[in-house]
């Protein structure tokens, strides 16, 4: 009888991760439908409901780093965009999308705000943590860009 037991009890827990699982694709899908039709206030609904319901899937991550998206390029609010961002590399360090979102830090802070200290930080971290990526060369350059503004702006300040 235990060993009956057991095999319900397996196919029952199987059977409700499918179901979040399903559930959250929905609720995933349905928000990329929002995004793809721009009404970002109905996704961002829905990314943030993933977040909450299901933590752990997959679709977290993307959910924290597309509502980043959606404040960085549709709303130009560059202060939640890196608030989401930090989130995503606290929650998620070893994500693929970690590391996407160490260098569009670094890349916002350089690009849209002019806190290059912050931006250099951001791009050092990036190439202690991930030498050998595709993306060094890029962070390098941004680096080698950032080190003239500092400059200059060193040499102003040390003119006062």
């Not at 993307?62 to 606290?90: F, P």
Request: aromatic share 16%.
């Amino acid at each position: 009888i235990m060993r009956y037991y057991n095999y319900w009890l397996s196919i029952l827990v199987f059977l409700c991760s499918c179901s979040k699982t399903d559930e959250c694709n929905v609720l995933w899908s349905k928000a990329i439908n929002y995004y793809d039709t721009k009404d970002y206030n109905n996704c961002m609904v829905l990314l943030h409901d993933i977040i909450e319901q299901y933590p752990h899937s997959s679709k977290s991550p993307q959910s924290y780093y597309l509502i980043s998206e959606i404040y960085l390029n549709e709303y130009k609010n560059y202060d939640i965009s890196i608030e989401y961002l930090k989130k995503l590399i606290s929650l998620y360090p070893n994500n693929e999308l970690s590391k996407k979102s160490l260098f569009t830090l670094a890349y916002i802070y350089g690009n849209y705000i002019d806190s290059f200290t912050e931006s250099t930080e951001y791009y050092n971290k990036f190439v202690e943590k991930y030498p050998n990526d595709d993306l060094i060369p890029s962070v390098l350059y941004e680096l080698k860009n950032l080190e003239s503004i500092n400059v200059k702006i060193d040499s102003l300040v040390n003119k006062l």
